[in-house]
């Protein structure tokens, strides 16, 4: 019985001061299967890995590679041992070529042959049809490509498990098909893949099975042909999804007899070009476009988070200037952007300090909030938006994607916006606090806040906006409302079929 | 059950842990070696004043420019992840301001000591943000920026007073480097504690720590927030100009003048030991200036057990070396979590055995 499963992993437990992040789970991968391993953030998905690939060291439990036991001391290691990680972001070096990065760290010699090195890089390439060159520079290639190189560099090491960690969130759908072929290939070649993802569509695409985690605990696993989709969702949440269905209902958004908050013409910034742009009281708007179609530099541009060029601002009707994000939050907007890593968290402080930032920014360096005001604040938000830490003084950097988010959220919350901009709220974290996300946003709206929502999803938008702003190269190229919004009309115009 | 396990479980090391046990270590070691080491006693200095005396009033006193430049120091370390080097060149600038006002003016009264030392607060302070500027706006690596300060301060100081090392006498000048009459306690050390409130003063008064945290720990983050990361980084440096000014008044007024080339020598490098030893990141972000002045304590009583053992003082350096890498070694990321991790394995155990007897 043992014997048919290339991976075991029995009863895993691992514990963190305070929290238990994995209570006896179990995963299996067999060989030439791609698994797909779900769960709502801070399920102990990423956890699971890190313990399969040692980065973190299990306290209870046993790891069966080919039917031995096995420990895995270090990430080296588990590599030697023929587990292969490939995460989100690209580990590689970007100004060395791509041969130089399939080999990089591996060479059994100080010299090497560049030429012999060459050659055989540009074999592997071939072998699994990856669309680049070996002496090409991996920083010229796309992402989809530079992810392909790390495969291949994990896959010429001889791997038997392959571990994906969100491998398509920063990929556009044609660079993910040719991602899955590559993994469809792999699998035909009997490596084993375990595929961690958000995008339960690529699940049901590629996958053969499924694993689910909840609160660090093993759901099941399921086949994934004989999962539908929602009753996947609902094992990861935990909770049945009336809830979801009841929001996309809520479709009269009524906004148009508002006066107008926030009006630019002509506003542009040193990465983004001139545009119009209004907003009514209690409107929820988007932008949308793929990804560099300038979606995010218009909203950095309102905000002032990049050197504005140029363009006239009025708020409430009164001209306003607004050339970086302290003048912004003094006149009511608030910004949440794309990369909470970069741009959002202070990862060090705690809970508490990160959501009273920007509040005492705005009250100014001589006015500090005092020690049991922020408390009451951190405890207020942690309780309305349901943030899980395991306390206010927690370091932020210690908890989920989702929980962070919120973390941001609440910090923006705190400065009773009248405007907030949300770039990407909802990427990468779980289906229940995406929901959570959208719920905030309509109720903030009902409330007259006025929120610029943009996703990558078209249809979280459609969800949740009332007018759709459609950019394209950089260049506003529709305005969609009422009838109009709907995912084909929105394809075409992002296309370009009818603008 | 998920109280119980965080009841017991280890919450890591503080960040004072290691320089309070180094401190403690070497009381220990001290009080073994010579039982009556750390005994004070009244003694009269050459004004007739009852003051107090001993080796541990001599370390305290003389970690005293030290602990306020450590001060100074870590706010900077904090917002811009690197250290100024110049602190020594540019008291020895400060200094010299210091003994060229109270030179120019006829006689010495209290009122010209302390436009002296204003004097010498404003320049230190320019030169500061000299350094703040080249750090902040032109985004010179820190130890790159102040290298120039570093290697030009000491000219400087020289000029101001036309190469001669000016003596000052005065009794003011000789109360703030040795004693007020009356007071038993060293002036130096009454210093750092004026600094140390008004340091406490700026932290609970702004919200400096914060800002400064946030820019220290993501200064794209913080900038998106509304801080104005150039102004904080600028400001760390004019708030340490502040800070050698102050020792390097301290330190003129020990000697009663003023030597460009030794007064505060090499003291750069002990600053930025005391930030690293008080558990403070070099690389920015969370502080403590608690630690940062223990650590500058603990260097301090290094120095003066060593010497109180006779090395001589050309082995001082090498001895002190020794200790230094075994604190930072003891300090370093990968030390803790070893030791964290035994001891969560400890209370881990101590809990099986208790739920056991429990169940028994």
Redesign the interface.
């Known amino acids: 019985m043992q014997e048919e499963y290339l991976l075991t992993m029995r009863r895993i437990e691992k514990r963190f001061p305070g929290v238990l992040a994995l209570n006896g789970v179990d995963f299996t991968l067999r060989d030439g299967e791609i698994h797909a391993l779900m769960g709502e953030n801070g399920a102990g998905k990423s956890t699971l890995i890190k313990v399969l690939t040692g980065v973190y060291q299990m306290d209870g439990g046993e790891i069966r590679l080919e039917g031995k036991p096995m420990v895995i001391h270090s990430p080296q290691d588990a590599q030697k041992k023929g587990i292969s990680t490939v995460y989100q972001e690209i580990t590689l070096c970007p100004n060395l070529t791509v041969a130089e990065n399939i080999f990089i760290g591996r060479g059994k010699g100080v010299w090497v042959r560049q030429k012999s090195l060459e050659k055989r890089a540009d074999e592997i390439l071939s072998k699994l049809g990856i669309p680049a060159r070996s002496t090409q520079l991996l920083g010229s290639c796309s992402l989809a490509v530079q992810q392909m190189v790390a495969i291949a560099r994990a896959v010429d090491m001889n791997c038997k498990v392959l571990i994906l960690d969100e491998p398509t969130s920063s990929l556009d759908d044609k660079e993910v098909n040719r991602l899955f072929d590559l993994m469809r290939d792999l699998k035909s070649r009997g490596v084993g893949i375990i595929f961690v993802t958000h995008f339960l569509d690529q699940v049901y695409a590629v996958s053969d099975r499924i694993t689910v985690l909840r609160n660090g605990e093993l759901v099941g696993e399921y086949l994934t042909e004989e999962l539908p989709q929602i009753q996947l969702v609902s094992k990861m949440i935990g909770k049945e999804l009336e809830e979801l269905s009841s929001l996309s209902e809520t479709e009269e958004k009524k906004t148009e007899e508002k006066e107008i908050l926030y009006e630019a013409e002509g506003l542009s910034s040193t990465e983004a070009l001139p545009f119009d742009f209004a907003i009514r009281r209690g409107e929820v708007n988007g932008f949308t476009g793929l990804l560099g179609s300038g979606r995010s530099e218009s909203v950095r541009a309102i905000f002032g988070a990049d050197k504005v060029t140029g363009g006239t601002v009025r708020i409430n009707g009164k001209p306003v200037k607004i050339s970086k994000p302290v003048d912004a939050m003094k006149h009511g907007i608030g910004y949440l952007a794309e990369d909470r890593k970069r741009d959002g968290i202070i990862a060090e402080l705690s809970v508490r300090e990160n959501i009273i930032l920007a509040l005492q920014v705005m009250n100014g360096m001589f006015k500090p909030i005092s020690r049991s005001e922020s408390e009451a604040f951190a405890d207020e938000y942690i309780k309305v938006l349901n943030i899980k830490t395991a306390s206010r003084e927690t370091p932020v950097g210690s908890l989920s994607g989702g929980n962070q988010q919120k973390v941001i959220l609440a910090r923006w919350l705190l400065t009773h916006p009248d405007y907030l901009i949300l770039d990407e709220p909802t990427r990468g974290i779980d289906v229940g606090t995406k929901l959570e996300i959208q719920k905030l946003v309509l109720k903030l709206a009902e409330e007259g806040v006025s929120v610029t929502f943009i996703s990558s999803e078209v249809e979280e938008m459609l969800r949740t906006c009332s007018r759709l702003i459609v950019m394209r190269d950089r260049h506003v190229v529709g305005e969609l409302t009422g009838q109009d919004l709907n995912q084909t009309q929105v394809m075409k115009t992002i296309a370009g079929g009818e603008a | 059950m998920?109280k119980f396990?965080?009841k017991f479980?280890?919450?890591?090391f503080g960040q004072l842990t290691i320089p309070l046990i180094a401190i403690a270590l070497l009381v220990v070691f001290n009080l073994i070696r010579d039982p009556g080491f750390f005994s004070i006693g009244i003694s009269h200095n050459s004004n007739g004043n009852a003051v107090l005396s001993g080796n541990l009033i001599s370390i305290i006193n003389g970690a005293s420019e030290l602990a306020i430049l450590a001060m100074g120091m870590t706010l900077v370390t904090a917002a811009c992840g690197g250290q100024d080097i110049s602190v020594g060149a540019a008291a020895a600038i400060a200094g010299s301001v210091f003994v060229k006002v109270l030179k120019t003016s006829s006689s010495i009264s209290g009122v010209t000591v302390i436009l002296a030392f204003l004097c010498a607060c404003v320049v230190a302070m320019i030169f500061g943000s000299f350094n703040g500027t080249l750090v902040a706006v032109f985004r010179i690596q820190p130890m790159i920026a102040t290298l120039i300060l570093y290697t030009c301060g000491r000219s400087i100081a020289y000029w101001i007073n036309g190469g001669a090392t000016p003596t000052v006498t005065s009794s003011i000048v000789n109360a703030i480097g040795s004693f007020i009459p009356g007071i038993p306690v060293p002036t130096p050390v009454i210093i750092v504690v004026v600094m140390g409130v008004l340091f406490w003063l700026l932290f609970?008064?702004?919200?400096?720590r914060?800002?400064t945290?946030?820019v220290g720990?993501?200064g794209?983050?913080?900038?998106?927030?509304?801080?104005?990361a150039r102004f904080i980084k600028l400001l760390s440096f004019i708030i340490l100009g502040v800070c050698v000014a102050v020792s390097g008044c301290i330190g003129v007024s020990r000697l009663g003048l003023i030597n460009h080339e030794t007064l505060l020598l090499d003291v750069e490098m002990d600053t930025i030991l005391a930030v690293a030893i008080g558990g403070n990141n070099l690389g920015g972000?969370?502080f403590k200036l608690s630690g940062s002045v223990i650590g500058a304590y603990v260097i301090q009583m290094l120095t003066i057990t060593l010497y109180a053992m006779k090395v001589s003082s050309t082995d001082v350096k090498a001895y002190k070396a020794i200790v230094i890498i075994l604190l930072v070694v003891i300090g370093s990321p990968v030390i803790k979590e070893k030791f964290s991790r035994f001891l969560?394995r400890l209370s881990d155990k101590r809990r099986k055995v208790s739920v056991k007897g429990a169940e028994e």
Request: aromatic share 10%; no cysteine; glycine share 10%.
């Open positions: 998920k396990t965080k479980s280890f919450n890591g609970h008064f702004t919200s400096l914060l800002f945290q946030s720990i993501n794209s983050a913080a900038r998106l927030n509304g801080i104005d972000g969370k969560a």
